[in-house]
């Protein structure tokens, strides 16, 4: 069951033990979702606020 965080730095944090990121670009937004072993978490965001999230993650990186 996918879990949504509304905290960025709490984000940033799960990313250290994900396997990965997907990143999916819609028109006014992006989503962003973690790939844990146990939980995929998802965060939306802005797309100017999307970048600066994408270069502190700590995870391979896809885009969908």
Not at 21 to 46: E, F, G, N, Q, S
């Amino acid at each position: 069951m996918p879990r949504e965080i509304f905290d960025v730095d709490k984000f940033i944090e799960i990313s250290r033990r994900a396997e990965y990121c997907d990143i999916k670009r819609l028109r006014t937004i992006v989503k962003l979702k973690l790939r844990t072993p146990r939980k995929l978490y998802t965060l939306k965001a802005k797309p100017t606020q999307a970048e600066e999230i994408v270069k502190k993650l700590n995870c391979e990186i896809r885009e969908i």
